[in-house]
């Protein structure tokens, strides 16, 4: 009779213990593995706020930016806009190449985002872009290229681009 309790009871703590493994594994699959940066308005100032997402795996971190930018591009979710962020990345961006070379990331644009917008829309698709593809880690630096020409100016307005734009020299988000 007592092993017949014992065995029942081993039977059941082996069955708690794949209920556990199923449900860790299910929430996993669920929590945000990346972050892009929307830009909030804060009176007569902008700010980036960070938006968490599930952005999908593989493909290291030059497929990571990728779907990283298409997300900029895409703008907020209707939760994220209903916390008044919004993206200064135009809609019709496309990266055209995206490559790690050690711990800087040279991603090539298309025109069109560089297109519309004055100045502080500018800076914001600028910083949007930076700090999105500097997380999570692995990135410490952004080499910039337009439809494959290197951008050291960037817009009608002349905004001067580091390239490379080093991530240590920028630690805390931009108010502009």
Request: glycine share 10%; net charge neutral; proline share 5%.
């Amino acid at each position: 009779m007592r092993t017949v309790v014992l065995r029942v009871v081993a039977l059941a703590l082996l069955l708690l213990l794949a209920l556990v493994a199923v449900l860790t594994v299910r929430t996993l699959h669920r929590l945000p593995n990346t972050v892009v940066y929307f830009v909030a308005a804060d009176g007569t100032r902008f700010r980036l706020e960070p938006a968490y997402r599930r952005g999908g795996g593989g493909g290291g971190a030059a497929a990571r930016a990728e779907r990283q930018i298409a997300a900029l591009a895409a703008g907020p979710t209707a939760s994220e806009a209903a916390r008044g962020l919004s993206s200064a990345v135009p809609a019709a961006t496309r990266v055209l190449d995206a490559h790690l070379d050690g711990a800087t990331l040279t991603i090539d644009l298309s025109a069109a985002f560089e297109s519309g917008g004055g100045s502080a829309s500018m800076m914001g698709r600028l910083d949007q872009l930076f700090y999105t593809v500097t997380r999570p880690d692995g990135v410490d630096a952004v080499s910039l290229e337009i439809e494959g020409q290197p951008v050291t100016t960037f817009g009608g307005e002349g905004i001067l681009v580091d390239n490379p734009w080093l991530r240590a020299d920028h630690p805390d988000r931009p108010v502009w």
